[in-house]
T-cell receptor, first 117, second 113 residues
């Protein structure tokens, strides 16, 4: 079974500073994908970034980067130059391919990020 | 842009009622999902479907059933609603590739009294 752990229920960061949101995962499948989503207070789930288990480089998307450490089974999200609009719940998720067809994502419990002015 | 539409944003039902939550996607995605979201628990998968008339149980299927008669539509059914099913319900769809993100609807906040 797959498991995602986010150990930080809440985080605070000063505006314009960088912040790292932790995510560890557990799977025995060699092929998997890791996703990060943002959920503002309005409730919509916004896809931020993806990292494949065989990707050689860490994924980046604008101010978001994924610090992927395969041996440690961690996939931390780094947000550079935090903005007030980054205040939201952040979810880490994982997908594996148990039978050749990519199916469901398993989500962590989330980290509530608050950016302080 | 992919659009996933959930029929209701807010719903209030009584204990024992049969409840239907509808979800429609417009991008011809093979996979569709129903999650429930509760504080401190993240998103938990109830059921998913990878093709028309195909379904698989997720982590918490008890008390729920689903229907997928057409590719674009995935319905979640609460046969006899109970107060512990009060929650936010999120529908999502995706393609079948490993790197395909889920696209979510705006959610249905269900209250069972």
């Amino acid at each position: 079974a797959q498991k995602i752990t986010q150990t930080q229920p809440g985080m605070f960061v000063q505006e314009k500073e960088a912040v790292t949101l932790d995510c560890t995962y557990d799977t025995s499948d060699p092929s998997y994908g890791l996703f990060w989503y943002k959920q503002p207070s309005s409730g919509e789930m916004i896809f931020l970034i993806y990292q494949g288990s065989y990707d050689q480089q860490n994924a980046t998307e604008g101010r978001y980067s994924l610090n992927f450490q395969k041996a440690r089974k961690s996939a931390n999200l780094v947000i550079s130059a935090s903005q007030l609009g980054d205040s939201a719940m952040y979810f880490c998720a994982m997908r594996v391919i148990p039978s050749g067809s990519a199916r469901q994502l398993t989500f962590g419990s989330g980290t509530q990020l608050t950016v302080l002015p | 842009d992919v659009k996933v539409t959930q029929s209701s944003r807010y719903l209030v039902k009584r204990t024992g009622e049969k409840v239907f939550l509808e979800c429609v996607q417009d991008m011809d995605h093979e996979n569709m999902f129903w999650y429930r979201q509760d504080p401190g628990l993240g998103l938990r998968l109830i059921y998913f479907s990878y093709d028309v008339k195909m379904k698989e149980k997720g982590d918490i299927p008890e008390g729920y059933s689903v229907s997928r008669e057409k590719k674009e539509r995935f319905s979640l059914i609460l046969e006899s609603a109970s107060t512990n099913q009060t929650s936010m319900y999120l529908c999502a769809s995706s393609r079948g590739q490993l790197n395909s993100p889920l696209h979510f609807g705006n959610g249905t906040r269900l209250t069972v009294t």
